[in-house]
């Protein structure tokens, strides 16, 4: 079974540091595009950030760069969000996705623009909160 599963959600102050995980089982991510988006409650979902798990180049939203980095791990097939800094509004829902076949430098861009996703998770909840 092809799935991906998010970890590493939580309540947290604001200042405070998360890590979030995406792991994939089923299949391997080598020659996918990875991304975060999220989605805030009665807000439509947005992307977060991306990656190219071959080429490691990265896109990310003007609202978290700075405050957030995205990994991963080849090895563990595993995708990784950290995010420092939180803000109240980065409550969301976090979820990652896997699209196949977007090569070169712009990749991440595009997906994470597109909100282009060939297989999703069920979601992370990060709360933002004092």
């Known amino acids: 079974q092809l799935r991906l599963v998010e970890s590493g959600g939580g309540l947290v102050q604001p200042g405070g540091s998360l890590r979030l995980s995406c792991a994939a089982s089923?299949?391997?991510?080598?020659?996918?595009?990875i991304g975060w988006f999220r989605q805030a409650p009665g807000k439509e979902r947005t992307h977060v950030s991306c990656?190219?798990?071959?080429?490691?180049?990265?896109h990310y939203a003007d609202s978290v760069k700075g405050r957030f980095t995205i990994s991963r791990d080849n090895a563990k097939n595993t995708v990784y969000l950290q995010m420092n800094s939180l803000k109240p509004e980065d409550t969301a829902v976090y979820y990652c996705?896997?699209?196949?076949?977007?090569?070169?430098?712009?990749?991440?861009?595009?997906?994470?623009?597109?909100?282009?996703?060939?297989?999703w998770g069920e979601g992370t909840l990060v709360t933002v909160s004092s």
């Open positions: 990656v190219s798990m071959r080429d490691g180049d990265t």
């Open positions: 089923g299949f391997s991510l080598e020659a996918y595009t």
């Open positions: 996705a896997a699209f196949q076949g977007l090569g070169g430098p712009y990749g991440p861009q595009v997906m994470c623009v597109t909100g282009t996703g060939t297989y």
